[in-house]
Structures are given as structure tokens and as C-alpha cells.
């Protein structure tokens, strides 16, 4: 059976940007990922579409993976699904905040491939749907209980390392991850 590779390490280079292929936008649209201490990419997946989803949360502290883990998340729509990995992520940011993790003292920098959450939560979208809302309000309190702020900016999939933690959760896949560092 074949095993799909582990994520790279953060320290790996990132795929550069070709600007002509990038429509004109805000700054956080670019799919450049500002230098931080703490990176935490997020990633929904949905299989199929409705269906099962899954979250994947990949956080890297001074090029240090400190988490890799796969949430399941019962069953609903893609974009759901990435509103849960930006939720679970909010929720390990607060939990190491609790726990006193050398992370919590630093602002970070959250990376999700997905335009639709990142342009909601900034307050360039209007989101219709309830479920989707229900979402929203829950990231922005988590967002507002969080000492340290944390920028949320868009990247295309393949500099995504969270891509491939969470399309491991799904049934199809080769093999299950579910790990905490």
C-alpha cells in the first residue's frame, strides 16, 4: 500500500508566489506567509462533498512541529469543514496559552487555503449560511479570548502543510494520523 510522505518542515522552502498568476488583492491574499516564530497552518476537507469532514492542525514553534493532529468533525460541507481546523487551531492557541507553552507568548501567524474563511473572519465576506455563521461567531470569540493576536492569511494548497494532515483522517485515505507532539 502506498504511504503518502510526511509533511515538510516549515524550514523547507515555501513554492514562490508568481504575482501575474494572483489576482489583485489585499495583502493578506497575496499567499505570502509572513516570518513568525509560530505558524500554525489549518485545513478542512470534505469527503465527499457534503460528507465526513476533517480538520488538520500543523503548528511549528521556532521550526519545531509542536502539533500534527487530525480532528474528525461529523458530517457537513467543505467550507464547514475549514471553519473546524481554524477552530480546533483557536483552541490549541488558548490551550497552550493556559498551559504556559513558550508558543502562547508570541503573536503568530495562521495559514489557511481557504479564501472564503480567511476574507469572513477579516470581514470581507458576509456569510449567509446559519451553520456557517454559528462558525464565524464562535472563531471570533475564540480570536477575542487569546492574548497574543495572530494574523490569518490566505496561501494556495501546496504551501499548505495542513492539506495533507487532513485529508488523513478520511476513511479512503492510507493511513490515519492522530498525534499530538
Known sequence: MKQEPEPELLATPITP??????PACEPYLTGIIPESDLYCFIDGSCRPNPGEMFAGVYIE????????????GGNGTNNE???????QALKLLKDAELKQHPAADKPGV???DSRMVVCAVRGNYKIKGTKLQTRLAEVKALLQSIKQ???LVWSDRKNNIAHAVS????PT???RMVNLE
Do not use: M, W
Open 61 to 72: 514553534f521556532q521550526q519545531r512541529v509542536i502539533c500534527k493532529q487530525t480532528y474528525p
Open 17 to 22: 508566489v508568481n504575482p501575474d498568476e494572483q
Open 167 to 170: 485529508i488523513k483522517g478520511h
Open 110 to 112: 495562521i495559514v489557511s
Open 81 to 87: 469543514a475549514e471553519f473546524c481546523a481554524l477552530i
Open 149 to 151: 493576536p495572530h494574523e
Open 173 to 175: 485515505s492510507p493511513s
